[in-house]
């Protein structure tokens, strides 16, 4: 059974850092791309950024480039979000998602999804 857990959200000052995690099991992921997105109250879900689990190669949305990095740990199978420079604007449920599809800003591209974790930036 394919899981992606994310954890590391939390409350944090505009300006601020937070570094979120996702645990992906149950399969192999090396020809897949690991997405994160984020969708904030009254708001539809929007892309943030990915990487191809094989290359390394990234994709961020405009909205976040210079302040979030995703990278991964093949050995650990985990995918990271460091995101710094945190406005109140970013406040989210930011999910995991795993997909074949290179560079897709689409949710439905991704076959596979996380719960979410809370993310709230205060002014």
């Known amino acids: 059974q394919v899981q992606l857990v994310e954890s590391g959200g939390g409350l944090v000052q505009a300006g601020g850092s937070l570094r979120l995690s996702c645990a992906a099991s149950?399969?192999?992921?090396?020809?897949?791309?690991m997405g994160w997105f984020r969708q904030a109250p009254g708001k539809e879900r929007e892309f943030a950024v990915a990487?191809?689990?094989?290359?390394?190669?990234?994709y961020y949305a405009d909205s976040v480039k210079g302040r979030f990095t995703i990278s991964r740990d093949n050995a650990k199978n985990m995918v990271y979000l460091q995101m710094n420079s945190l406005k109140p604007e970013d406040t989210a449920v930011y999910y995991c998602?795993?997909?074949?599809?290179?560079?897709?800003?689409?949710?439905?591209?991704?076959?596979?999804r996380g719960q979410g974790t809370q993310v709230t930036v205060s002014s």
């Open positions: 149950g399969r192999t992921f090396t020809n897949y791309n």
């Open positions: 998602a795993a997909g074949l599809k290179l560079y897709c800003s689409t949710y439905g591209c991704y076959d596979y």
């Open positions: 990487i191809s689990w094989s290359t390394g190669n990234t």
